[in-house]
């Protein structure tokens, strides 16, 4: 089956350092994917959609400029976090969906543990 | 993008079907409805995916009415392994390149 791996699972940093999470398709290709952010006890919350080759397509509320997403492959994304505080904080997800697949689904990645002390 | 609702919470024991039901009143006439699993401190899971009337895998059954308006996931003889939180979306068959907006869920605790 698909499957979509992130890197780290974990990591812990200072406040005011930035952080670069990745997300990779290991064994299809993916034109899009998605970002996702989610805190304790709540729902999963679309923060952009990254597009390969193309600027990343950002929601409502999210700081572009705080979270960089570049997708220079067709099997990789990066989301970084940049000058990071205790408020991002939080568990993010990414997910992928085939290229030129007729499947309606998205795989998701296991999710990134994020703490900024 | 049509809005679910889905109860918050319920509760159930081993080996007890589990049927969550999801509102989606503002449903288009394109959409589908798909239903995700997540555990704790893991990315979501597709369980199933369905149009209209009964689809059902080796997971899952999914039932939808006529009018498309509601639909119910249903989980036959859960096990502990099946306490997680459940999603009810509603996306265009060509999910990818939709958006998934995930409602609050319903968190499910299957008691021994």
């Known amino acids: 089956g698909a499957v979509v791996s992130q890197h780290p699972s974990r990591v812990i940093c200072k406040s005011g350092t930035s952080v670069k999470i990745e997300c990779r398709s290991l064994d299809f290709q993916a034109t899009t994917m998605f970002w996702y952010r989610q805190f304790p006890k709540k729902s999963l919350m679309l923060m952009a959609t990254?597009?390969?080759?193309?600027?990343?397509?950002?929601e409502q509320g999210v700081e572009k400029d705080k979270f960089l997403i570049n997708h220079a492959s067709l099997t990789l994304s990066t989301l970084t976090v940049t000058s990071a505080h205790p408020e991002d904080s939080s568990f993010y997800i990414c997910s992928a969906r085939m290229v030129a697949s007729s499947s309606y689904e998205q795989y998701f990645g296991p999710g990134t543990r994020l703490t900024v002390t | 993008l049509a809005k679910t609702t889905q109860p918050i919470s319920m509760d159930s024991y081993e080996g007890q079907e589990v049927n969550i039901t999801c509102s989606h009143n503002?449903?288009?006439?394109?959409?589908?409805i798909t239903w995700y699993q997540q555990f704790p401190s893991q990315g979501p899971r597709f369980i199933i995916q369905g149009y209209k009337t009964k689809v059902t895998n080796e997971v899952a059954s999914l039932f939808i009415p006529a009018d498309r308006k509601s639909s119910t996931l249903s989980l036959p003889r859960v096990s502990l392994s099946d306490t997680a939180v459940y999603y009810c979306l509603v996306t265009l068959p060509s999910g990818g390149y939709n958006k998934l907006i995930f409602g609050a869920g319903t968190r499910l605790a299957v008691h021994p």
């Open positions: 503002n449903i288009a006439t394109n959409d589908y």
């Open positions: 990254s597009n390969e080759g193309s600027k990343a397509t950002y």
